[in-house]
């Protein structure tokens, strides 16, 4: 069973508690983007919990697009150079775009997408990350809606894997890998 996982450390963050703070998120969306159908452009794979919840608390016609990104590196340490693995559909010229991250780190990949999404002509372009590290630079990076600030440790679940594992977990738990595995 996946629950019974020993790398599966402490709970960081609940699902009662990610729960609420996405409908919080969801509730302010739908105010400050009333009268407009924004484009929910999801960052794949981390943000697709984020994106699945959220989406559903906002009482808006949203539409959705996915954009995947890697960057080159090992699994657990972002490289430096980030290179487009699924660009999106839908032709952002004009549109609301709120772009939807699970986590943002060193801000490369944000960087990145940031850059290629303003290039397109939008409308409007916010970010919206369920979580950011403490260490992150969220006014440089323009970052407008944050779920929670955590510190560095390595953490998985909603969306957060270890090599593809993890991702399935309602909460936010810490990394423990353990020596003899
Ligand atoms: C994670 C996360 C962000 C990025 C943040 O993606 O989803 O896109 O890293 O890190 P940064 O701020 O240092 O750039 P990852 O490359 O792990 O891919 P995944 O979403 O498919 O797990």
Do not use: H, W
């Not at 944050?146 to 991702?167: A, C, K, M, Q, S």
């Amino acid at each position: 069973m996946l629950s019974a996982d020993p790398c599966i450390g402490e709970v960081l963050l609940s699902d009662e508690q990610i729960q609420a703070r996405v409908r919080e998120i969801g509730e302010q969306l739908t105010i400050e983007y009333a009268g407009r159908a924004p484009l929910m452009v999801c960052v794949l794979r981390g943000a697709y919990s984020f994106l699945t919840d959220l989406s559903r608390s906002i009482d808006l016609p949203v539409e959705i697009d996915f954009i995947a990104v890697s960057s080159y590196g090992s699994s657990t340490r972002t490289s430096g150079v980030v290179r487009l693995v699924k660009d999106l559909d839908v032709d952002l010229t004009g549109r609301d775009v709120i772009l939807i991250e699970d986590i943002v780190d060193t801000g490369l990949t944000l960087r990145y997408l940031r850059r290629s999404l303003e290039a397109r002509g939008p409308n409007s372009l916010e970010v919206c990350t369920l979580l950011a590290r403490e260490s992150a630079d969220l006014e440089g990076l323009g970052v407008k809606y944050v779920g929670f600030t955590i510190p560095g440790d390595f953490v998985i679940g909603y969306g957060l894997d270890v090599d593809e594992r993890y991702r399935n977990l309602r909460y936010l738990a810490s990394y423990e890998p353990q020596d003899d595995a």
